[in-house]
Structures are given as structure tokens and as C-alpha cells.
């Protein structure tokens, strides 16, 4: 490493590719783990930098003996992969992607709510078909949503489906001025069109989408998940789909990732799946990384971070 | 029929439903006819209702011998499929429905653009093959649309996409404020990542798009077509998918439909078909009745009829 020993040292949990990191050359000894390493490593770091979001390695090695990372950075919106009460009790600070998902997941969110309301996938079942069968679509403008999570990415999730003439409701975890809390929750699901879980995975929210609230909905309603997988009971939403007790819905994310190729999500009639690729439009490994080098900027000169997240809640805190 | 003897002959050409037409009972002696009796029963109608839009019985019975209705409305926004010299030329008023498809339509359009930038058709063969594979998708906002065809469909089409964040471009028959004329197309064309189809079939558009233009667009451009399957070479736009000129393409038009199950175009790679269903979502029918029966009411109390009908040029003149 061409850093002076002085240099503070940045432990990265590795991914392929790493793009801007090679800009702190000179102000960080840059040291590599993977989840066989990380345990070893871990004193040894300043900084640690969770470029492997899907890992659940610093959960398991966290708890370990030895000094700990002043700062933990996570090229993640959630932080459900690595918090552990060890690391929620110690002064370590936490930080995370905030805001580079936002737009890209708002953007998926509508693509999923037309594909469905233009009835593509049948459109596309009828094509390998060779059939031509018109049918009739739905309007989106003037239907009706229920965001559920009211941090950044539901809030671009809101203002996406309103710009298409959607009514938007958004929920989050207590009441306040344009948000509602978990109280309404049940009433806004019951008028839906369009259900959207966009919630961090906490204590909270961990199965709140249960056969309960899946009964609740209306049948020609959709619901749509690009938060955590566990938010969602996903026996409760196969019997809901197959009952016919709602009219489709689309998973990004799944208790499971990746989707084992014998799980029976893959084929349930109504339900889109696709690979946790909601947020991931091309350059966001590069938005990721100049995300963390200017907060890194900001660490090594001693000035206060964004992004910070309230480990207790396992979520960047908003108004 | 309950009409009096005074009243008149309302000739439709049938196609199933007819909502609220029978809201005319009293007011209109009301027949039918199909494109096997249209050229025996014109003479005696005073008014021609084409509900059968996808027939062209008019265009073959309307230069026939004997009086000609004074009014014919077509219950689509095309009149391609009905005109011909003789209606051209005679005294007869067409109109068109104008206004019942520019937003449908336009969440068509938005649906295509976001399901191909998200990639949606290969995650849905991946679906079928139960296969876990990311992929990066591409953000809409701050992309390029060109929309061809000034009309209200490409309109809406414009206020759409603007509300996804792409910047657009709407070329027209000449050039005015906040429209570009044809002269700017294929500059236009070359660096817009989505071309979008929305203008009338004329003399001026059969064929517009063809090698030469495919040829110029972006690679990783799309085209998309909601308005007439004319207005496309079909032959050039699959050479240009095959040879990768551009990245994909989806049509809801074609020179003949319904596309025949031998027709080559069901498994272009990289082509959406769809059975020109853009603009027809759920009680579109009965919007349609519905804004006949006002039509209707304007032109019995001898008020001027709106979405009257540019014979010689195709369309509903704009400003």
C-alpha cells in the first residue's frame, strides 16, 4: 500500500467491481476481506466498508474479540444484513447508500404498476403463442396507492406514481404532516389499487404483510415488494394469489436470495418475480462508490456524516 | 323501431357491445348493417356510425350509386381505414373520437418505455426458466423521446413521458411553438433514445419509418408504434432489430391485423407485439357510445359538431 502508516485503515468486505475506491490511494491503507476473513481483520480496521451488501458476514463477525471500526459504511439502503446488538450497543458509527436508490427503485416501481395494469405478461405469454388477443387494459390514472415506508425511496416510490395521476397514501412508522402512520394501515390497504412495501426490515416491520392484511385487500388489487423479502409472509401471499383474494403482485426481494431454482414462487400464476435489481440501474456501482469516497472525505476531516443511521431502529431516521 | 316517421335513419355499422346507443331510442330510426348489406343501406341513412372501426366496408360500399349520409362519425381515432376519394370529395361531415384514447394511450407508451429500459421481458424468461440472474437496468429520467405525430395522442404521450422525467420532442406536420416540423425528424431521431409512432396514417406518413431512419437512430434507442402499422416498413424495422441497428421495439399496429399466426413478426428477438390494444382500457366502449349520443344531440339541434375531420388530410385539424 502506498499510504503512510498514519493513514487510517479502510477494510473493504469485498464485491467485484470496486469503481473510485482507487481514488483514497494515499489516504487509506486499503485492506480486503470476504466472509472467511473478516473476523481476523476486524481490529485492525478504522473503517469498514460493506461493499458486499448481500453478505451477512459483519453480523457474524462483529460480535468477535478485539477492537472494532470507528465507522461502518454499507453500500445498501438496509441495514438488516449486518446490524447485530453488538454492533448496535457500541459507539461505531453506521452509515448507508441513502438516496442513490431512490429514483431507479421509483422508476421500477411504475414499470411493474403498468406492466400490470397494461396486462404485458399476458401480452407476452400470447406472443411466444403466436395469438393475437385484444383485451381490455386498465387506467392508472386516477387509481389508488398505498406506500408503505415513508423514507426516501417511498417518497420518490410517491411522487413517481403521482406524476402518472395515481393517488398516493404513504405510511410509515408514526403519523405526521403528509405521512400516515401504522394505524391507518389497514383502511389504505382495504381501498388500494396498488399495495408497495418500501419499509427498512425491522422488529417492526418484519412479516407485517400477513394473510390478514392480504385478505383485506381489494381483488383486483396488486401488491408490490421491493423493500426486504421478509416484510412479507410469502405462503400467505401464494394462498392470497391462488385464492384470488388479490389480482397479482411482483417481488424483487425474498426471504431466500438468490431464489433457489426449486422454490415454488417461481411459477405461481399472477406473481412476477425478478432478481433484486430494482434499484441497480447502470452506473450505480459507480454512484456507490463516489458515495462513499466524498463521505469518506468528510471522516477523515473530521466533519460530521450523513446518512447515519439510528441502529436501534435499523433506519436512517427522517423528520 | 319506436321513432317517429320524421326521425333519422341512424345507419351502424355493427360491432358487439352498442353501449348507449339505445339511450337515442324515439330520437333515431336505428339499423344495422355489416359489410355485406353498408352499400344496399346507405342511401337511406342519414347518418353513418362506423363502430365497427377496424372494418374498411365504407372505403369499398361508398362510391356506390344513391344518396350518401350527410354525417358519418368512426368510433377511433384514425380514419385511414374509411376514407377514400369519394367521401373525400362529397359534402359529407366526419368525425372522429377524438380525445377517448390520448390518455390510455399514452400509459401504453409509458408501460413499453419502462418495461423495456427495466429489461421486464427477460426477467419474465428468466421467470419461466427459474433462473436467479441481475442485471442492470436503465434509469428513464433524463432519457430522450421523440414523439411523432402532434395530434392530442401524441400530446398526452409528451405529458407523460415529461412527467417520467425524459426530455421530448413532438414533431408535427409544420413547425410552431413547442412542435418541430418534419425537416427536424431525423436529426431529432438520431439522438432520441425512444421514437415513439403516434401520427395518422396519410400519404404523408405511409412509410415514414424506414431503413434509412432505423439506420439512424441510437444502437441502444427503442421505437415504439401506437399509431398506424403503415406508418412502418416492417421489413426494414426487423432488419434493424436483427443487425442490432437499435435495441428493441414494440408495435401495437401492423399492416395487417390481426397479425396472421405464420407472420414472421411474433418472434423477432427483441420485438413486443401486442394486439393493438394501446388505447383501450376498461369502459372504453362505453365511452365511446357515450360521446357518440352527445355528438349525436349537437348535430339533431343543428349545432356544429366538434372533431370534425381534415378529409383531404386525414385528421382533426389542430392549431
Known sequence: MSAPASAPTLLVLDADPLPRLGSLTGRARIEHADATTLAERLPSADVLLVWDFASTAVRDAWPGEGPRPRWVHTASAGVDHLMCPELAASETVVTNARGVFDQPIAEYVAALVL????????????QQQKTWRH???????????????????????VG??????????????????????????????????????????TEQTYGMF?????????????????????????????????????????LDVFEDEPLPPDSPLWQ??????????????????DELGTQFVELYGRWEAGRSLPNVVDKQRGYVPGH
Not at 115 to 126: F, Q, S, V
Not at 138 to 147: E, L, M, N, Y
Open 115 to 126: 406492466t400490470m395494469a397494461k396486462d404485458l405478461p399476458r401480452t407476452w405469454e400470447l
Open 135 to 157: 383485451r381490455e387494459s386498465q387506467r392508472v390514472t386516477g387509481s389508488r396507492a398505498c406506500v408503505v415506508g415513508s423514507g426516501p425511496i417511498g417518497r420518490a416510490i
Open 160 to 201: 413517481t406514481l403521482k406524476a402518472l395521476g395515481i393517488t398516493t397514501a404513504l405510511v410509515g412508522r408514526r403519523s405526521r404532516t403528509g405521512i400516515h402512520g401504522p394505524e391507518d394501515l389497514d383502511r389504505l390497504m382495504a381501498r388500494a389499487d396498488w399495495v408497495i412495501a418500501a419499509a427498512p426490515l
Open 210 to 250: 400477513d394473510a390478514r392484511r392480504f385478505g383485506m385487500m381489494q381483488p383486483s388489487a396488486r401488491f408490490i415488494n421491493i423493500g426486504r423479502g421478509p416484510l412479507v409472509d410469502e405462503d400467505a401471499l401464494v394462498e392470497a394469489l391462488s385464492k384470488r383474494w388479490i389480482a397479482g403482485a411482483a
Open 268 to 285: 405461481v400464476p399472477g406473481l412476477i418475480v425478478s432478481p433484486h435489481m430494482s434499484g441497480d440501474t447502470v452506473g450505480w456501482r
